[in-house]
């Protein structure tokens, strides 16, 4: 696939493989169950993931990581570092491949792999863990945020339209997730 304008070649790859994985999956015949995507993302992506979007600016949606599942996309590895699946993967005697792109400095991820996740190792060794904790207490707020605001959009539908004074008594934070929820019904993507 070629590199769009303004598009990394990460982006660009990742957009290429999830593809190649849809095509596969919706070319398997199997036994009418749902066919599964499942990545290896680990929780040492998601601690880098969650970095990254601290740097950039995020909201609560980009504090609480990779998503566990996406569509038929799913992260059954989240809970573990990579160090804890690739010493699985030793005693088990199962290879791994490392991408050689992972050391290269020009990709800003691997600078978060490389000085700041090792510095917040040493304030906290047990930094992974704190940011799994974390990401779970932040799902848990997102998700309350998400119910509000359907059943806030809910009790303000009328036939034809919305009802805009009882939206206006909704606080901030539901406002904002009507209105993504409101983007999504008109087709807009919500990131």
């Known amino acids: 696939a070629a590199q769009q304008p303004g598009q990394s070649l990460e982006t660009c790859g ?3 493989r999830y593809r190649l994985f849809e095509e596969i999956a919706c070319a398997w015949v199997g036994d009418d169950r749902p066919v599964k995507i499942a990545t290896a993302h680990t929780l040492s992506d998601d601690v880098e ?3 990254f979007h601290l740097a950039r600016g995020t909201a609560l949606d980009g504090l609480c990581g990779i998503p566990r599942q996406r569509g038929r996309i799913v992260r059954p590895l989240l809970g573990c570092t990579r160090e804890q699946v690739e010493d699985y993967c030793r005693r088990q005697g199962l290879s791994f ?3 050689s792109s992972n050391s290269d400095p020009v990709y800003r991820r691997n600078y978060i792999r490389a000085c700041l ?3 917040f190792g040493q304030l906290n060794p047990a930094f992974p863990e704190s ?3 974390m990401r779970e207490a932040l799902e848990q707020d997102r998700d309350c945020l998400d119910q509000l605001a359907i059943q806030w959009l809910g009790n303000c539908r009328r036939e034809g339209g919305l009802a805009l004074p009882p939206l206006r008594e909704a606080p901030e934070a ?3 997730r ?3 929820l409101l983007l999504q019904e008109w087709g807009l993507p919500r990131e």
């Open 131 to 133: 940011v799994l904790r």
């Open 97 to 99: 491949i490392t991408d």
């Open 117 to 119: 996740v090792p510095a």
């Open 174 to 176: 539901v406002r904002r």
């Open 49 to 51: 993931t969650i970095l």
């Open 14 to 16: 990742r957009e290429a």
């Open 178 to 180: 009507i209105a993504l």
